[in-house]
DNA sequence: AAATAATTTGGACAACCGTCAAGACGGCTG
DNA sequence: CAGCCGTCTTGACGGTTGTCCAAATTATTT
């Protein structure tokens, strides 16, 4: 058999397929962007391959193209916010030259991300709740929840080391604090509760310094 | 008018009254029960009264007639659990002679807790992340977070108080901690994580000291 | 015992869901 | 230009859902 014009055929069969790849999950994630905005109104449950096309420039047929499972869908679309979501603080963190620095830069980010993007993280608890119930869901929610839990480490580490200082707590630990007090906040923001943000903020002022 | 005779009928009225509300309200929670079965296994969302009412002793019309909705009754199943569930420490805290004591006692209920009773937790987040959507479940959720907030502190001070000192930080914060570890182990020990009890127990044993 | 009220039953209803498939469209290749 | 292939549309299907209701049953009162 011609071994060089199979290895070029397939070289050029390779190429195409790759490209074509690129091609379908760049469409993927065009429609799960589509789909996060009903999915933050709604939540998971509520929320309806159909209600989604709606709300979007899209047939519903197209989601059933481009993702096997209504789950397929959801998983895509939280993966791809949380992958934004972990740099948030990367760059308060590089740039920071003091603690009060980091701290400010930090809080605010918090308050920013609170206020304005509170339907993508409710979202996102809604989705690490169904993770307990739903076995597909477990394996992309621990991966996030992992992801966060080191950016928060980052926080804390540069936090110390700009007080000369050594975090006094696991990454674990850590984690569980801040997610848990911004999971509280988010319900209480939620349900208008406006001391909610000036409360966190407060709170976390108040907590650094004791964890590092 | 005759006040006195009026008075009187008035008064068996109220006690009838009363009495049926007593009646009608201990049905509600046995149903309640009943349906905490199915909801601990499938969660909010995939639960359809139909189901309920089929793992259970009772008829899905049943449901309706003392529910006057599905928000009712998963509010009504969750309030019951919980009710039952913010005295767990309280034996372990008043009897407790040592600081030791305290910590074993409630580590050993804590694992028991994760082990045993994993479905009606998961409910619980299930619950608190609708509650993001879902206004009307708003108000109970976070009546239910406040007395979890202070169950946590009851352990905390009393803690504190075997060592003659006082917490290190807010009520709130000790919560958020308590509450991220244990959501974030339960959903490991849910993914069959054999090491999500035991280091669930190494944290919370290395943290108790730093935080009182 | 009769009558009235409360409770329970099980079926009917319309709406909605995820899924699927047959076909239309449009660009690319031969 | 013809044919093919990836993409997309549209409508239909079976199944499930919450809700409601009329009738049956049970409990309570008169």
Redesign the interface.
């Known amino acids: 058999m011609a071994r060089q014009s199979t290895g070029a055929a397939q070289r050029v069969a390779v190429a195409t397929e790759a490209l074509r790849d690129e091609k379908f999950n760049a469409r993927r994630v065009e429609l799960a962007e589509a789909a996060l905005e009903t999915l933050g109104e709604?939540?998971?449950?509520?929320t309806s391959l159909r209600e989604i096309a709606q709300n979007s420039a899209f047939t519903h047929g197209v989601f059933h193209y481009y993702f096997s499972d209504k789950l397929d869908l959801i998983c895509c679309c939280v993966r791809h916010y949380k992958a934004k979501c972990v740099t948030r603080y990367d760059e308060v963190v590089t740039t920071a030259r003091s603690r009060d620095e980091l701290t400010e830069g930090f809080l605010a980010k918090l308050a920013a991300t609170l206020e304005n993007e509170a339907r993508m993280h409710?979202l996102w608890?809604?989705l690490?709740?169904?993770?307990?119930?739903?076995?597909a869901f477990?394996k992309d929610?621990?991966e996030i929840?992992k992801s966060l839990e080191a950016m928060i480490w980052r926080i804390a580490t540069r936090y110390a080391e700009l007080g000369n200082k050594q975090p006094?707590?696991?990454p674990?630990?850590l984690?569980?604090?801040?997610?848990?007090?911004f999971?509280?906040a988010?319900?209480?923001h939620?349900?208008n509760d406006e001391k909610a943000v000036p409360?966190l903020l407060d709170?976390v002022r108040?907590?650094l310094p004791?964890i590092c």
Chains 1, 2 share one sequence.
């Open positions: 709604l939540g998971f449950a509520r409710r608890y809604d690490r709740s169904q993770a307990m119930f739903e076995p477990r929610v621990l929840d006094a707590s696991s674990a630990a984690y569980a604090l801040f997610d848990g007090l999971q509280s988010l319900l209480r939620l349900a409360d709170e108040r907590l004791t």
